[in-house]
């Protein structure tokens, strides 16, 4: 069973545009809710994270914005870059319970940003 | 970069060889993670430690064993690897904040493991 839905499992671009990658979650003991990117060859790095006591949360370029009725979260990209181009993976976690068993992720969105 | 590395970093073998991966810390932090990526399924918990010695099954635990008998090592053993574990496997670690962990997971380089 899976916790955690994503998608677009593709998402194509065009330079300066907005990119939307969209997740959806089913455990509602869920309270911590980051966004990962991985470059080819490399492991996945934070790019931003949110807590379920906001809707929004910003950096630069990148937004996250949080349903908690829904069960849904999203990522906005704007102005999207072609060094942007990587694999995003939404993920969840029970940070209130310790988070000591990881994150459950989704399964990933492939980003091309078109020059 | 956290300080974190991973070793082997490519490896091929055959089925049903023992196959042993380690990934080493400097930052001395408490939690340990092991996930295996792979296409379409994107980062599966293997297993996890939350100190030395105190490890636990993740959600594709099958088939894998892991010990910490140090804060900074923590190693992934597949006892006869098979062809369904050709995977990158990818070490995470975590800081702990008054003894929970803080959920922010950072991640290493990955080893690239290919079962014959």
């Known amino acids: 069973q899976q916790q955690v839905k994503q998608s677009p499992q593709s998402l194509i671009v065009q330079k300066g545009g907005i990119s939307i990658i969209n997740c959806a979650y089913e455990?509602?003991?869920?309270?911590?809710f980051p966004w990962y990117q991985q470059f080819p060859g490399k492991g996945p790095a934070l790019l931003i994270a949110?807590?379920?006591?906001?809707s929004e949360k910003k950096e630069g370029r990148f937004t996250i914005s949080f349903n908690k009725s829904a069960k849904q979260f999203s990522l906005h990209i704007m102005d999207s870059q072609p060094g942007d181009s990587a694999t995003y993976f939404c993920?969840?976690?029970?940070?209130?319970?310790?988070?000591?068993?990881?994150?459950?992720f989704g399964k990933g969105t492939h980003l091309i940003i078109q020059p | 970069d956290a300080g974190i590395t991973q070793s082997p970093r490519h490896k091929v073998t055959e089925t049903g060889t023992p196959v042993t991966l380690r990934c080493h810390q400097t930052e001395n932090h408490r939690y340990m993670y092991w996930y295996r990526q792979d296409p379409g399924h994107g980062l599966r918990l293997i297993h996890y430690s939350y100190g030395v010695k105190d490890t636990d099954k993740g959600e594709v635990s099958d088939g894998y064993s892991v010990s910490r008998s140090k804060t900074e090592d923590f190693l992934l053993t597949l006892e006869s690897a098979t062809s369904s574990q050709t995977s990158v496997y990818f070490c995470?670690?975590?800081?702990?904040?008054?003894?929970?962990?803080?959920?922010?997971?950072?991640f290493g380089e990955g080893s690239r493991l290919t079962v014959l």
């Open positions: 995470a670690i975590s800081e702990s904040n008054r003894g929970r962990s803080t959920g922010e997971l950072f």
């Open positions: 993920a969840a976690s029970m940070y209130s319970g310790g988070g000591a068993d990881g994150l459950t």
């Open positions: 949110i807590r379920p006591d906001v």
């Open positions: 455990n509602t003991a869920f309270d911590y």
